[in-house]
């Protein structure tokens, strides 16, 4: 009997990019029977072994929180203009969550209808990291981090103010912070109820986007290394040299 060949984790990133691009195919043919342009943003993964397996595009986010270290990694950079700021230290972290460029993205799914939808295609970021029985995996839109009416007037007094530490205080007590994120989800006693809790608190903070979240957990993977820093997980760090992958180039 010949056994099936067992996919790597680059095959299953590659497979969740296909989706994505397909998906992006389909955004763009139904643009075109319409009258203007169709674009999204969209975060989707695979769970293999004890890995999750994941792409995104635009600024739309995926979280793991873990309750056994009570720490919250973000697994996402987002597709837009801010990032490419805070990422260039054009801006501070405080500065880039109520910036007056907030609602431009880099990088969307489909487009004005205009392309050939059998060939259109997009850049899609992936990646790989593992997952625990104390983990949810949280994915959402950017109405939850985005949600502050009052942005513009809490970047201009920043400014103002010389960007000082009470400034950023100020921004950090009215915006929707990764900390408040995972303690909301941490508190909760289900699934659901850490959904609602989510959208009551981007509520209070203006709810001035759409917001949809998506929380999964599953007790039957492998429980949390004792003594384990997580913040290798986070798509900022950088990943310690006994978790990077070995890849062999072909020769030339």
Request: charged content about 25%; overall charge negative.
């Amino acid at each position: 009997t010949q056994t099936p060949d067992v996919p790597t984790a680059a095959n299953l990133r590659g497979a969740v990019a296909d989706a994505i691009v397909a998906a992006h195919r389909e955004i763009i043919a139904n643009a075109a029977t319409g009258s203007g342009g169709a674009y999204a943003t969209v975060v989707a993964g695979i769970v293999v072994d004890g890995q999750f397996h994941y792409g995104w595009v635009g600024d739309s986010r995926a979280y793991l929180i873990n309750s056994a270290t009570e720490t919250i990694s973000r697994l996402t950079r987002d597709h837009a203009v801010v990032e490419q700021l805070q990422q260039s230290g054009a801006v501070d972290e405080a500065e880039a969550r109520v910036h007056p460029r907030g609602n431009e993205i880099t990088r969307a799914l489909g487009g004005s209808g205009s392309e050939d939808p059998t060939s259109a295609t997009v850049s899609v970021e992936t990646a790989s990291v593992e997952v625990y029985a104390e983990d949810t995996l949280l994915v959402t839109s950017d109405g939850l981090i985005d949600a502050q009416t009052d942005a513009p007037q809490l970047h201009d007094a920043y400014v103002d103010d010389g960007r000082s530490d009470a400034a950023a205080d100020r921004i950090h007590d009215a915006v929707v912070t990764d900390t408040e994120v995972r303690d909301a989800v941490l508190n909760a006693g289900t699934l659901e109820s850490a959904a609602a809790t989510l959208i009551e608190l981007a509520n209070a903070r203006g709810g001035k986007d759409n917001l949809s979240t998506l929380l999964l957990r599953d007790q039957t993977f492998p429980e949390t290394p004792a003594e384990t820093d997580l913040r290798y997980r986070d798509i900022d760090e950088t990943k310690p040299i006994e978790q990077r992958e070995t890849v062999v180039l072909p020769d030339e």
